[in-house]
Nanobody, 130 residues
Framework: QVQLVESGGGSVQTGGSLKLSCVVS????????LAWFRQAPGKERQAVAS???????TYRDSVKGRFTIMKDNAKSTLYLQMDALKPEDTGTYYC????????????????????????WGQGTQVTVSS
């Protein structure tokens, strides 16, 4: 059973930065498409960034240039560096992993649904105040 544990959420003002972490068990024994999703209050969960086994990344347009997804294989950890935060970035952030593509992420990130990922963390809250 794959376990994902997020940390690093918090409250910041507009323009601030946060770095989220997600420790992934079985990180080096399987090849995963890894992603960060977020769920704003009253809205559906949506993907914001992904990274594949080769380090290829994709981003939702609204976070391009502000968010950076990265991973540290030695630490079995996925990260999301969030800079220039805006109030609309507020929400619960989840890391997700799927090995169905043997480490590669398929399809348009904007169209991903919860069912596209088999493993989820518990979420960490990010609040950006104006």
């Amino acid at each position: 059973q794959v376990q994902l544990v997020e940390s690093g959420g918090g409250s910041v003002q507009t323009g601030g930065s946060l770095k989220l972490s997600c420790v992934v068990s079985s990180f080096n024994s399987k090849k995963y498409c890894l992603a960060w999703f977020r769920q704003a209050p009253g809205k559906e969960r949506q993907a914001v960034a992904s990274i594949d086994v080769d380090g290829g990344t994709t981003y939702r347009d609204s976070v391009k240039g502000r968010f950076t997804i990265m991973k540290d294989n030695a630490k079995s950890t996925l990260y999301l560096q969030m800079d220039a935060l805006k109030p609309e970035d507020t929400g619960t952030y989840y890391c997700a992993a799927d090995d169905g593509g043997i480490g590669y992420c398929f399809g348009a990130l904007d169209l991903w649904e919860d069912s596209d990922f088999a493993h989820w963390g518990q979420g960490t809250q990010v609040t950006v105040s104006s």
